[in-house]
């Protein structure tokens, strides 16, 4: 089993685009819009994918730990430190860094609020 994908909706799909494209290296597998009209779009790889849909009105999204929702999703990548480059230079930083067994981890807001943690693991999971 693994992952297909994680949807979220955001202020601004070319933004969301940009972002996560630059920052993971990944292309841009679909975009239109959705049956209501919604600009939408996703960016990925053949195997998995992060689905974006455009809110019909702005915002940012709520990342609440004592409420119940989403409160982040995880990708692992091969080099956490590289990574960490490049999400400053994107203008986003880790606002959680974190050491410890099986990996070391980093935590930060994309451009709507939503946060996202990165994984690199000494030894890749099975």
Known sequence: MFLEHVNLTVA???R?????RDLFDMKLRWAGTTNDGNRAAHVGDDRCYIALFEAKSGGRADSDYDRVG???FGLVVDDLDESKKRLEAL????HSEA???P???LYFLDP???????????KQPA
């Open 12 to 14: 601004n799909v070319d």
């Open 70 to 72: 989403l409160n982040h």
């Open 99 to 101: 050491d410890y067994e």
């Open 112 to 122: 709507d609020g939503v946060e996202v943690e990165l994984v690199q693991y000494e």
């Open 91 to 94: 203008g986003a930083s880790p």
């Open 16 to 20: 969301s685009v940009a972002f996560y």
């Open 103 to 105: 990996g070391r981890r």
